[in-house]
């Protein structure tokens, strides 16, 4: 009997200590490969099973794993997965990059809080920032343009820098503005057309603020659409939210070392169409002068009620001094007068960055430029941007701050023909007259 309960106790030892020798215990770190920072939550599992654990707030992690386990798997939200091979070490570190293509789902909403978009409750859309300088646009609204369901994007005129409206999901009032809220890396811009009192004297249609963003300084944004997406905004975003996070102000480290970029960009506008004008009879009506009225059923060109000359229209006015009383100009079509009256526009686009980021600090600036030409002679549009910001991180805390200047210029011309105060003669606007 005793030597029966001896055998039994052996056996019993001897399985125990199998059981210990097949697990290991290997522990380690994850660390974010651009800060080295500890990384908390991420999953370490053994490959082929089940077994696993996850990092703690350092970043640290211990798991028993069987003898036969060949790797470990690290997996976190926002980063690329990495596979480790186990080798005779008990310890394995890790570093874990951030994975752009796995970042793409997660968005920034209202306050600057970054959600998972699949998590959230309302309409959300976002734009990449390739998105928005794959074409040259004077304004960083008018990117937006076919790029996004139910926003409506729709410019006042064809002049440089002038006002872009945009409008999500439709009016919603009929006495307030009904564009949404632009807010740039925290701070709400204010971007109201601003209207002359009198436009046939004032001759200019002005831009909107939103035209002082430099779409090149972009990192990324969110149209927020509904009152539900953009509730913690208040009142002021009752037509929605455009949150726009610009790369001076991004706080999030990149790839280590010193990068300079250079971006340009060309593009030409030309008239779509013109309407088919007649080219039989002058100025006038009822066949008949007087010829310097704008209706065009005076006499039939080269009929015997048609003069051979007629007065010029600025023949004595003292805006024209090079043009004296009496000269006169012949009465005779004037077939491409309109279509010769417009230049061939063009939008010309520059920038220059320059990014450095290290373990624990980061810094950016930008510096570009856009000139516009109109095909109305005499419009442009010039500006120019600055901007520079940066980040540094000190154990948990993190401190930045950002700057822009912008310096634009508009010039356009009179946008029809009146008197300006405190002037007798009238000014001369866009009129375009057949058969003068």
Known sequence: MKRLLLMSLFLSLTLIGSAWAQTRVISGRVLD????????????????????????????YTLSVPTDATALIFKQLGYGSQEQAITNSNTIDVTLSVNTEELGEVVVTALGISREKRALGYAVADIKPEQLVQKSEPDVIRTLSGKVAGVVVSNASSTPGASTRIIIRGNTSLSKANGPLFVVDGIPYDNQQTDS????????NYSNRAADIDPNNVLSMTVLKGAAAAALYGSRAAGGVIVITTKTGNRQGGAKGIQIGYNMGYSVEKIAGLPEYQNSYGTGANFVGPFLTNGSWGPRFGSPQAPVTIAH??????????????????YQAAPNNVKDFFNAGSLFENSVSLTSNGDNARFSAILSRADQKGIIPNSSFVRNNISAGGAGTYKKFTIGGNVAYTNSEQRGPLVGAAVPKGERQPSLGLCFCRGT
């Open 33 to 60: 490969v651009t800060t080295n920072d500890g990384l908390p939550g991420v999953s370490v599992l053994v490959k082929g099973t089940s077994i696993g654990t996850a990092t703690n707030a350092e970043g640290n």
């Open 197 to 204: 009192d009198d436009p046939l004297v004032e001759g200019t």
């Open 313 to 330: 229209p600025q023949a004595g006015d003292p805006n024209f001094p090079e043009i004296p009383v009496g000269t006169t100009i012949p």
